[in-house]
């Protein structure tokens, strides 16, 4: 038995890791050589194109039935059935992507205000454990 689990395979999601649309999900719609593949997100605003492998992050996400080469519709329609945009953005590798960026996009401010509100659960935490 195999310790691979994630495949280069037709209808493999994966995580784009640079260029333009850095952090979106596509789908493998077409494998091209071992080196590229067609890719295509249509709910993720990813247009279809040529990407390498070394640029893809393999998630555990597949489309099931999708054809080889199949084209936006087809694809949209796969996403839709089987909610694999729900199913990324609901597990904890998305959201601490999320949570990365969101803290990443904070102002002086910001930081100020996560600061005070950590000391506050930190005090409340102290004072339950004194107590307990």
């Known amino acids: ?50 990407f390498p492998f070394k640029h ?3 998630t555990p996400l ?3 039935a999708l054809p080889r080469g199949a084209g936006s519709g087809a694809i949209r329609k796969q996403l839709e059935k089987e909610a694999t945009v729900d199913k990324w953005d609901k597990s904890s590798w998305a959201q601490s992507r999320a949570a990365k960026e969101k803290r990443a996009k904070l102002n002086d401010f910001g930081r100020f205000e996560v600061m005070l509100a950590k000391k506050q659960r930190r005090d409340v935490v102290r004072k339950a454990v004194k107590k307990a």
Do not use: M, W, Y
């Open 1 to 50: 038995e195999s310790n691979f689990k994630r495949f280069v395979e037709v209808g493999r999601v994966v995580l784009l890791k640079s260029g333009p649309f850095s952090g979106k999900i596509a789908v493998i719609a077409e494998i091209i050589d071992h080196n590229r593949a067609i890719i295509d997100g249509p709910s993720t605003s990813v247009p279809r194109q040529s």
């Open 62 to 64: 597949k489309l099931t």
């Open 56 to 58: 893809l992050i393999l």
